[in-house]
């Protein structure tokens, strides 16, 4: 209730005539504001900002307009609107905000709501599946998430999460809750023993992802919009902090934030900035951290001792912009793909800076890289979004081993510690529906399948013992295809609505080299 409220103090505090300046304005305030917010910063729907609605096409926001959308609270427009209106009402909701909005801590504490104290959570599970062999799969369709028991391999519940839900939910380090993030900001925490919500909280207006301190108390949640990053307390989703995005004048979107488990630390990537930050999250953070902040201090004058500042930022210079980030199990490396294209550059995070470049092709997804023991080394593997190439890069030394030629760009590589294979996706061309298995050790493709001829097939997760792999059939009518990862067989398939990732709790607390963390 009480963002509702929040909502309704912002509509009726908004002066009339600054949104009613023109026709297609007094449209949007009359049809559009009570949902999404008298400047568009979304409310019980969406926000209506350019940076929310990259991934539709000026044609499907027509169409949504008009038609409303399924399985939301969305409703048509076409008896109420000509076809001019809802151009102009298109072009409305895709032309920038004069000024990069705000969302404090403030709206912040106002959106947060916990609707369990944790201490009455039962202490354990009221389900009788393996705790640790949960899944938890996105379903895109309906904006639904389904806990999936991995043994039995079927569905032990399913709930309504935010719209627009995108990256790896992540887990508490024991387990018990996950955490979810959505496009719009919110990001909902859920109980795996009771399967019940416990808080959720809307920490930005356009979000990119979270992560979880690998102590269990902290959440930080990276932010397109505002350019900020955001600390929540892990037990009940409560804003801590908002740390504005900045360097002297400049302030920066920020791509994603990542935890660096053996450092106690953050790793965060900036879209706007040559820097890579490092936010230590407990006094137990690497001593190099402590020191490089000291030293940080120094130059900036700044003379607080680490223990009084808690999230202070260490900054890597750099000479490029580094998104979409991959770490060597250490965390004493970094892999970033270079905003140019065409290669990945290697930032030491102890000595904080690049040390290697690795010559790789089109646009490498590195955060869906994995790793495998190769030849006395290790060796990660990266599918690419441009390019159907899969490239292998030795570790010790930086340089590509193997470029893997596939059915086409894909988004996400899988693999276990059990199986021979990488399975990799290739969504994003023509073959999209097919899968293509790679062997691990002669670093070729082996097999490729087609879980359903024609439907784009492609998050792939294995469950914990590596036994079964789960495919992503990724349409309405979608399902989720089950194989036996050495036989190969489909053995199940469960019908899922565009369901998109699946995350298995045992393979991410543990940290498997075949998924991503
Ligand atoms: Fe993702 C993870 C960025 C488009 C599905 N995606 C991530 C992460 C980042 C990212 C930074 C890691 C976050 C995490 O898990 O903590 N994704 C981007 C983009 O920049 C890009 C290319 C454009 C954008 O619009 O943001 C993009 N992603 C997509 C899609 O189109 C996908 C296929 C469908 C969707 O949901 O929007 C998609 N991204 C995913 C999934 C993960 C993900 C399923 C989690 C992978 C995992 O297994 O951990």
Same mark, same amino acid.
């Given at each position: 209730?009480?963002?509702?409220?929040?909502?309704?103090?912002?509509?009726?505090?908004?002066?009339?005539?600054?949104? %009613?300046?023109?026709?297609?304005?007094?449209?949007?305030?009359?049809?559009?504001?009570?949902?999404?917010?008298?400047?568009?910063?979304?409310?019980?729907?969406?926000?209506?900002?350019?940076?929310?609605?990259?991934?539709?096409?000026?044609?499907?926001?027509?169409?949504?307009?008009?038609?409303?959308?399924?399985?939301? @609270?969305?409703?048509?427009?076409?008896?109420?609107?000509?076809?001019?209106?809802?151009?102009?009402?298109?072009?409305?909701?895709?032309?920038?905000?004069?000024?990069?909005?705000?969302?404090?801590?403030? %709206?912040?504490?106002?959106?947060?709501?916990?609707?369990?104290?944790?201490?009455?959570?039962?202490?354990?599970?009221?389900? $009788?599946?393996?705790?640790?062999?949960?899944?938890?799969?996105?379903?895109?369709?309906?904006?639904?998430?389904?806990?999936?028991?991995?043994?039995?391999?079927?569905?032990?519940?399913?709930?309504?999460?935010?719209?627009?839900?995108?990256?790896?939910?992540?887990?508490?380090?024991?387990?018990?809750?996950?955490?979810?993030?959505?496009?719009?900001?919110?990001?909902?925490?859920?109980?795996?023993?009771?399967?019940?919500?416990? %808080?959720?909280?809307?920490? *930005?207006?356009?979000?990119?992802?979270? %992560?979880?301190?690998?102590?269990?108390?902290?959440?930080?949640? &990276?932010?397109?919009?505002?350019?900020?990053?955001?600390?929540?307390?892990?037990?009940?989703?409560?804003?801590?902090?908002?740390?504005?995005?900045?360097?002297?004048?400049?302030?920066?979107?920020?791509?994603?934030?990542?935890?660096? &488990?053996?450092?106690?630390?953050?790793?965060?990537?900036?879209?706007?900035?040559?820097?890579?930050?490092?936010?230590?999250?407990?006094?137990?953070?690497?001593?190099?951290?402590?020191?490089?902040?000291?030293?940080?201090?120094?130059?900036?004058?700044?003379?607080?001792?680490?223990?009084?500042?808690?999230?202070?930022?260490?900054?890597?210079?750099?000479?490029?912009?580094?998104?979409?980030?991959?770490?060597?199990?250490?965390?004493? $490396?970094?892999?970033?793909?270079?905003?140019?294209?065409?290669?990945?550059?290697?930032?030491?995070?102890?000595?904080?800076?690049?040390?290697?470049?690795?010559?790789?092709?089109?646009?490498? $997804?590195? *955060?869906?890289?994995?790793?495998?023991?190769?030849?006395?080394?290790?060796?990660?593997?990266?599918?690419?979004?441009?390019?159907?190439?899969?490239?292998?890069?030795?570790?010790?030394?930086? @340089?590509?081993?193997?470029?893997?030629?596939?059915?086409?760009?894909?988004?996400?590589?899988?693999?276990?510690?059990?199986?021979?294979?990488?399975?990799?996706?290739?969504?994003?061309?023509?073959?999209?529906?097919?899968?293509?298995?790679?062997?691990?050790?002669?670093?070729?493709?082996?097999?490729?399948?087609?879980?359903?001829?024609?439907?784009?097939?492609?998050?792939?997760?294995?469950?914990?013992?590596?036994?079964?792999?789960?495919?992503?059939?990724?349409? &309405?009518?979608?399902?989720?295809?089950?194989?036996?990862?050495?036989?190969?067989?489909?053995?199940?398939?469960?019908?899922?609505?565009?369901?998109?990732?699946?995350?298995?709790?045992?393979?991410?607390?543990?940290?498997?080299?075949?998924?991503?963390?």
């Amino acid at each position: 209730m009480r963002r509702y409220r929040l909502l309704l103090a912002a509509l009726l505090l908004w002066p009339m005539s600054a949104y %009613a300046a023109t026709p297609v304005d007094g449209l949007y305030q009359q049809h559009c504001a009570s949902c999404h917010h008298a400047e568009r910063l979304g409310g019980s729907g969406p926000a209506l900002l350019p940076e929310n609605l990259t991934r539709l096409s000026p044609q499907k926001v027509e169409q949504v307009i008009r038609d409303g959308r399924a399985a939301t @609270q969305m409703p048509g427009f076409a008896t109420q609107l000509t076809d001019e209106q809802i151009q102009q009402l298109t072009a409305l909701v895709r032309s920038p905000l004069p000024q990069i909005p705000t969302w404090d801590m403030a %709206a912040m504490t106002e959106s947060h709501q916990l609707f369990i104290d944790r201490r009455q959570l039962p202490e354990q599970p009221v389900h $009788h599946a393996d705790p640790l062999n949960l899944f938890i799969v996105i379903e895109q369709g309906d904006h639904h998430a389904t806990i999936l028991d991995g043994d039995r391999l079927e569905s032990i519940h399913r709930f309504a999460t935010p719209i627009a839900v995108h990256g790896g939910p992540k887990f508490s380090p024991d387990g018990r809750f996950v955490f979810i993030a959505s496009r719009n900001g919110w990001i909902m925490q859920f109980d795996l023993y009771s399967l019940q919500v416990v %808080a959720q909280v809307r920490a *930005g207006i356009n979000t990119r992802n979270l %992560a979880i301190s690998d102590d269990g108390t902290t959440v930080m949640v &990276a932010n397109y919009l505002p350019h900020t990053l955001v600390v929540l307390d892990a037990h009940d989703l409560r804003p801590r902090k908002v740390i504005p995005v900045t360097h002297q004048q400049h302030s920066s979107r920020v791509s994603a934030v990542y935890t660096a &488990a053996p450092r106690h630390s953050f790793i965060v990537a900036l879209k706007d900035l040559q820097q890579v930050w490092e936010i230590p999250y407990s006094n137990q953070a690497k001593p190099v951290i402590t020191a490089l902040v000291h030293d940080y201090r120094a130059e900036s004058g700044e003379d607080l001792p680490i223990d009084k500042t808690p999230f202070p930022i260490r900054r890597i210079h750099l000479n490029n912009y580094l998104d979409d980030f991959f770490f060597d199990a250490s965390y004493t $490396h970094l892999l970033g793909a270079s905003r140019d294209g065409g290669r990945g550059e290697v930032v030491h995070l102890d000595v904080g800076r690049p040390i290697a470049s690795v010559d790789l092709p089109g646009l490498p $997804h590195l *955060g869906s890289g994995i790793t495998w023991p190769w030849r006395g080394t290790t060796v990660m593997a990266t599918p690419n979004l441009k390019e159907p190439v899969v490239s292998i890069i030795d570790m010790k030394s930086w @340089q590509v081993v193997q470029r893997i030629a596939t059915a086409g760009p894909g988004f996400f590589l899988r693999s276990h510690e059990q199986t021979p294979y990488a399975w990799v996706d290739a969504s994003l061309s023509s073959e999209k529906d097919k899968i293509q298995l790679i062997d691990k050790e002669t670093l070729t493709v082996a097999h490729t399948l087609q879980p359903i001829p024609g439907k784009p097939a492609s998050h792939v997760e294995f469950t914990r013992d590596g036994r079964f792999a789960l495919v992503s059939i990724q349409s &309405a009518d979608g399902a989720l295809v089950i194989y036996d990862a050495h036989t190969l067989t489909e053995v199940k398939r469960l019908p899922m609505n565009m369901p998109s990732g699946k995350y298995n709790v045992a393979n991410k607390i543990n940290r498997s080299s075949g998924t991503s963390h």
